[in-house]
């Protein structure tokens, strides 16, 4: 058997759901963590950050990538190589530039889709299931979104409840769209070579929820 084509269909996949390798940009966001004078450990609110891109803007140092290191980069974690100072020095921000969904999760959820598709995991399903198994991704890509936003929603209140809350419905309805037509598109697949559906090897029944572990 022919091993999955990972880095087509991902490539693929990103531009599907506009989740390009080059990354989201984010510019001047003050980190999470205290200013206290010790503390050297920071938080980009945002996760899978792209190496290399994190600059930081504190007082006179403009957009300077010296003074700090990316202690975790799929957690978006920062140590500084001295900690600034007690909330004085401003301001202390920084660009970068990160991802919604890291390849490991898409090369996960690609083996997810060729089931769905009735192939093998870690097998290639042919060019002509491609369609279905970027569809069956994108579901899942927007039922993490989805999850994010709720927990998100959850931690934050206010105004910004509402807001993330709405988000939230709005991905789980796109994850839906996704999953029905990477369903249709299947089925329309097999119909063309005389099948009703997938092959007997098909078994897994893929359920969308709206909550998923994020790595």
């Known amino acids: 058997m022919t091993a999955t084509p990972y880095t087509t269909l991902i490539g693929s996949i990103r531009v599907e759901v506009d989740d390009p390798s080059t990354g989201q940009s984010v510019f001047r966001e003050t980190p999470l963590g205290v200013r206290d004078g010790v503390n050297v450990l920071f938080q980009l609110q945002n996760k899978n950050i792209v190496a290399n891109t ?12 010296a003074g700090f290191t990316v202690a975790d980069a799929v ?11 007690l909330n004085i020095t401003f301001p202390f ?17 690609i083996d997810t889709a060729t089931l769905e598709v009735g192939g093998a995991s870690g097998t290639d ?3 002509g299931l491609y369609p279905a198994v970027i569809a069956f991704v994108a579901a899942k890509f927007w039922a993490r979104r989805s999850s994010d936003a709720a927990r998100k929603a ?11 809350t709405s988000q939230a419905k709005a991905f789980l309805d796109l994850s839906r769209e996704a999953y029905k037509r990477g ?8 119909k063309r070579f005389g099948k009703r559906n997938a ?4 078994t897994i ?7 998923q572990t994020r790595r």
């Open 54 to 65: 994190p600059l930081r803007t504190y007082g006179s140092t403009v957009r300077s990538n």
């Open 75 to 85: 957690a978006g974690v920062l140590q500084l190589s001295s900690p600034p100072d």
């Open 93 to 109: 921000v920084f660009d970068y530039y990160f991802q919604w969904v890291i390849d490991a999760d898409y090369q996960t959820w």
């Open 125 to 127: 399903p042919g060019s």
């Open 154 to 164: 959850q931690a934050s209140g206010g105004g910004a409840e509402e807001n993330l």
């Open 183 to 190: 369903c249709s598109l299947r089925d329309d697949f097999y």
């Open 199 to 202: 092959p007997a090897s098909y």
């Open 205 to 211: 029944t893929q359920g969308v929820t709206p909550y």
